[in-house]
């Protein structure tokens, strides 16, 4: 599911500052700790962090192969 997700970002929307704005956007909207000002923070670039390392891990290791990530060597 996340390299389907990755892989129409990345057809759809081509300018890099959408993309980034897209992660923080969803970071945001992910982060649920809001008691203060900066646990709100830090749970957010957690996200964006995690959110980076997939992109990164779907667009140049898995080379969006949907079906390399159900597939277990036996």
Same mark, same amino acid.
């Given at each position: 599911m996340i390299a389907i997700i990755v892989a129409l970002v990345a057809a759809y929307i081509r300018p890099r500052w959408m993309r980034a704005g897209i +992660? +923080?956007? +969803?970071? +945001?909207? &992910?982060?649920?700790?809001?008691?203060? &000002?900066g646990t709100f923070l830090q749970e957010a670039a957690f996200h964006v962090a995690i959110f980076a390392a997939l992109w990164f891990s779907v667009k140049h290791i898995v080379r969006f192969n949907v079906l390399g990530f159900s597939c277990s060597p036996r």
């Open positions: +992660v +923080v956007l +969803v970071a +945001v909207l &992910l982060a649920t700790n809001t008691a203060t &000002l």
